[in-house]
C-alpha cells in the first residue's frame, strides 16, 4: 500500500523532530501502522533552513499555500503556532479536504469551534494530542481511554517553564527573577516568557482539556488566568512547613451549577504524587466516576516529545480514515449532537480552600478580629500559622489555611481583613486544592 | 443508529461494575460513542445472582454457548478468568464472528498467539484494556499513543496486591506474614494469594507488556518470575537507609541480543515517582526513543476501575467495526507481518544492578575476601554498607550494592561467597534498578 502523503508546515524544533522521527523509526512506525508515512513535502519561510533539515528527502516550498493545494497530499501539520496565519491555513487545508494535525493549542482553545465546525463539514480529522502535554498521550486517555466515565475534574501541571521555575524556587530559595533568568540560560524559558509565566499556556490545555471532558465547546475567554509572577519565596516556605507544595495547576472541574476552568498557582498536600513533579516535567491527574484517580506524566515540551505525539496522531488518523466518518473518535470527545451548554462558572463561584499570609501588628487581639472576620462570612479555618515575631520587631507573618469555601465570600472577607489598622501590608491571597 | 449489542460472560465483580457503569453513564458513553452499547445478554452459572445484578434489562442464561450462538451479539466478553473454558469460549466466539472483550491476562499471556491468531483470521477483533493494570489505559498508550517510539523498556507495579503489602511492611516494619493476613482481611488479597504473591499475575501482564512494546509473539513460558513471600523487613528498612524502596516491579526490556521479562522484588531510587506510588496502586513507567519518560498511574483493579478499561474497548471497537480491517489498531500493536523473533533472554544474561545481604562473622579480613570475589568476577562495587555488631555479638550484617552485571556472574560469584566460613547464613540477593 502507498504510504500516506504528508504536508509540514513550519519546520522549527517540533518541525525538525517530526522528521527526524519518522525516519528514524519508520520501520517501527510502518509495522504498527500498517502503512508508511511519508513527509512528501515542507513549506517554511525559511526555505534554506529547511533544505537543511530534509535534504532531499521531500519538497521544500516557501508558500504554505503549495502544500494546501497539492491533491497528493492527504494529512497537512500546521507547526506554525498563534492565531494568524495558521487559523487561515488550518480552515484552508479543511476546505481542501485536507486532514489536519496540530500542536497549536492557542488556536484551538482560541477558534477551536470554528475549526471543529468546518473539519465536520468537510469530514476530515482535526488531531491535537500534541497540544496538550507535548508526548503524554493525555488526549487519547482523556477521549478514548476514559470514554466509560462521568469526568470529575482534571488538575494539571501542564506548563514546563513554570513549573522548573517553582521546582528551582523551592529546592534553592530563590526568588522568582532570579530564577527566571537562569531558566532562560539553560532554555527552559523562553526570551518573552510572558505566555509561560502569566499562565496563558496552561489555560489554553486547560481550556482544550475542559472541552473534552465536559462536552462543552473550548472557552478561553472564560477561563480564569494567573500566573507565578507575583509568587514569593516565602510562601513557598511557608506552604512546606504546612505540608504543601506550590504548583501552577491547570484546573477543570465540574460543579452542580457548571464548570470550574482556571489557572493559578495552587497548594497541594506535598504527598501526592502530583506535588512531586519537578522540573520540567509535566503531569495530568483525572478524577473520574468509575476508574477513580489516575495520573499520566512525561516531558511536556521538546523536538521529540512532540513529535511523538504528532506522529501517533498521523497513524490514527491513517487508521481512521477508512473508519465511517460517524464513529471516528470526536474531536471533543464528544459526538457533535451531544454537546451541552453547561456554563463555565464566574470566578466569585468558584469553590477551593485558601492560604492566606498577613503582615499584622503582634499585638493582643489580632488573631481573634481577623478570625472573627472569616467566621462571620461562613469561612472555616484549617489551620494557623503564626510566626514568633522577630527581635526587637513589632510586627509578624500570620499564615491561615481555610477549608473549601466561596472565592466571592474570600474576596470580601480580604477586603475588611484588609482594612484592619492592624493588618500592615497587602494580605497574599494563594488558592489551595486537596486533590482527593 | 441501533446500539451494539454486547453479551457477557461472567458477571462477578467485574462483570457487575461493567453492567452499573454502562447503565450509569449511557448517555455520556452514547454521546461519545455516537451509538448506544447495550448488555443483551449475560451467561453465569449462577443465573439467580446474575438476574439479580440485572433485574430485567437483559436476557440471562447459564449456558455461555447460547450467548456465542446468538446471531444479534455483536460483541462478546471474556470475565470468566482462567485458561480452562475461558479459552475454549473464546476461541468459539471468536469463530462465530464475535470481536471479543477480555479482561483474562492468563489466557492472553499464555494462549495469546492462539487467540489472536484465530481473530485475524476472523477479521474480527480481542480488546484487552482491562487485561492489564485496570482501569489504566495503558494499553492503548503503548499501542497507539507512543506508536511513534521504539520502547526501550517497561517497568511496572502491576499488582496491587503485593504494593499493598510492601507499602505496609515499609511504613509499619511489619514482616510479610502479617501484613498478608491483613491485606486478606481487608479484600486487598485473595483467600488463595498465590497467583498474586508469587509474582505470577504481575508476570502475565509483563508478558503482554512485552509483545506490545517489542513486536515478539506473548511467551509467558521465558519469563523470569519471582514473588515477594521470601522478603524480609531488615532488607526494606536497609534498602531505605541506603535510599531506595522496594517493589515488586514487572519489567520489560529491550538488549541488543534480546529482550529482558522479568518480574521481582527491586530496588528503585526513594526519588523516582514509581518509588512512591504506594497501597494497592498500579504505575507503569515506560522509555521511549522520542517521548523519554513517561508514567501511568491508577486503580490496578476492582469493579469499576476494571470497568472503565472493559467499556472502553467496547466503544474503541464500536469504532474500528467500521474500519478497514487492515488499518485496525493490530492486536499487539504491530501488524502481523512485522512481528520479530527477538529472543527473550534467558535469565543468566539479564543485566541488573544488586542488593546483597551477608551475614558476616564481625572480624578481620572478611570485607576484604568478599570484595575480592566480586572485583575477581568483574562485579563493581556502588555502596557498602557495614553494620556495627550489637554488644557481645561476634557477628554482623554487611549489605553491598553493586554496579550493573550480568545475573550469571553474580550467581558464580554468589556461590564463592557462600562458601566462604566467614559468611553465616544464606545470602539473600535483590536486584535494583535505577530507571533512568
Not at 323 to 339: E, G, K, N
Request: charged letters at 20%; proline letters at 3%; aromatic letters at 4%.
Amino acid at each position: 500500500m502507498n504510504p500516506i502523503k504528508v504536508g509540514l508546515l513550519g519546520i522549527g524544533t517540533v518541525g525538525g523532530g517530526t522528521f527526524q522521527v519518522l525516519r528514524r523509526n519508520q520501520e517501527e512506525i510502518r509495522g504498527r501502522a500498517g502503512r508508511g508515512i511519508e513527509i512528501a513535502m515542507v513549506a517554511d519561510l525559511d526555505v534554506e533552513r529547511a533544505r537543511s533539515i530534509v535534504g532531499d528527502a521531500c519538497t521544500v516550498v516557501g508558500d504554505a499555500r503549495e502544500v494546501i493545494a497539492n491533491p497528493e497530499i492527504d494529512i497537512v501539520v500546521e507547526l506554525i503556532g498563534g492565531y494568524g496565519i495558521a487559523r487561515t491555513l488550518v480552515l484552508d487545508a479543511i476546505k481542501a479536504g485536507k486532514h489536519v494535525v496540530t500542536a497549536n493549542k492557542a488556536l484551538l482553545a482560541v477558534h477551536g469551534s470554528e475549526i471543529f465546525a468546518a473539519a465536520r463539514e468537510q469530514g476530515v480529522m482535526v488531531a491535537f494530542e500534541a497540544a496538550v502535554a507535548g508526548g503524554i498521550p493525555i488526549i487519547k486517555a482523556l477521549r478514548e481511554g476514559l470514554t466509560a466515565n462521568r469526568i470529575e475534574w482534571i488538575a494539571g501541571i501542564i506548563n514546563g517553564t513554570t513549573n522548573f521555575i517553582l521546582s528551582e524556587m523551592r529546592s534553592k530559595g530563590l526568588d522568582f527573577g532570579t530564577v527566571l533568568k537562569e531558566a532562560q540560560r539553560l532554555g527552559y524559558a523562553e526570551a518573552d516568557p510572558t505566555f509561560d509565566i502569566e499562565g496563558v499556556d496552561a489555560a489554553h490545555k486547560a481550556t482544550i482539556m475542559s472541552a473534552i471532558a465536559f462536552g462543552i465547546p473550548v472557552q478561553f475567554d472564560q477561563a480564569h488566568v494567573e500566573g507565578i509572577t507575583a509568587l514569593q519565596a516565602t510562601d513557598i516556605k511557608y506552604a512546606e512547613q504546612l505540608g504543601y507544595r506550590i504548583k501552577l495547576l491547570g484546573i477543570a472541574r465540574r460543579r452542580e451549577n457548571g464548570i470550574e476552568l482556571r489557572v493559578h498557582p495552587t497548594l497541594i498536600p506535598a504527598g501526592r504524587l502530583i506535588a512531586n513533579v519537578e522540573g520540567a516535567m509535566n503531569a495530568v491527574l483525572v478524577q473520574a466516576d468509575a476508574v477513580g484517580t489516575t495520573l499520566y506524566y512525561g516531558k511536556g515540551a521538546g523536538a521529540e516529545p512532540t513529535a511523538s505525539a504528532v506522529i501517533a496522531d498521523l497513524v490514527d488518523i491513517t487508521r481512521l480514515a477508512t473508519a465511517d466518518p460517524d464513529h471516528r473518535v470526536p474531536h471533543l470527545a464528544f459526538q457533535p449532537d451531544a454537546m451541552n451548554d453547561t456554563p463555565i462558572l464566574p470566578m466569585d463561584q468558584v469553590q477551593t480552600a485558601f492560604y492566606l499570609r498577613l503582615r499584622v501588628a503582634d499585638q493582643a487581639g489580632v488573631l481573634s478580629s481577623i478570625t472573627t472576620i472569616l467566621a462571620e462570612h461562613e469561612i472555616s479555618i484549617d489551620a494557623v500559622l503564626q510566626r514568633e515575631s522577630a527581635e526587637g520587631e513589632s510586627q509578624t507573618d500570620l499564615i491561615i489555611l481555610t477549608h473549601d469555601t466561596r472565592e466571592g465570600r474570600m474576596r470580601e472577607a480580604l477586603a475588611r481583613m484588609q482594612a484592619l489598622p492592624t493588618v500592615l501590608a497587602p494580605i497574599v491571597k494563594l488558592r489551595k486544592e486537596e486533590l482527593a
